[in-house]
């Protein structure tokens, strides 16, 4: 049964930085698009960064391009998000996410098919 699970979730303060983890167990995430999508209270689910399949390669939302960074661990079948230079607007619950069809880029939330269950990110300002 593939799963995926979130974790690196916390309290930090504003300037700081975070690393989210999402570890797949039942299937291989190096040949799948991985996405990390944040949502708020009352607002959609938003794609954050995502790596693709075929060439991994990256996409960052325009919020965050230039201060986080999804990259791949394939020995651990793990996609971390390095985030720095956090802001309280980063504040979000996040989700990582498998669309297991597509062969690049893929930012919408209804076409993937597996979830983690989410960590959540606070940042005080």
């Known amino acids: 049964q593939a799963q995926l699970a979130e974790s690196g979730g916390g309290l930090v303060q504003s300037g700081g930085s975070l690393r989210l983890s999402c570890r797949g167990s039942g299937f291989t995430l190096e040949y799948n698009t991985i996405g990390w999508f944040r949502q708020t209270p009352g607002k959609e689910r938003e794609v954050v960064a995502c790596i693709s399949s075929s060439d991994s390669s990256t996409y960052y939302a325009d919020s965050v391009k230039g201060r986080f960074t999804i990259s791949r661990d394939n020995a651990k079948n793990t996609v971390y998000l390095q985030m720095n230079s956090l802001k309280p607007e980063d504040t979000a619950v996040y989700y990582c996410?498998?669309?297991?069809?597509?062969?690049?880029?893929?930012?919408?939330?209804?076409?993937?098919?597996?979830w983690g269950q989410g960590t959540q990110v606070t940042v005080s300002s």
């Open positions: 996410g498998a669309d297991i069809e597509a062969m690049g880029i893929s930012k919408v939330s209804s076409e993937y098919n597996y």
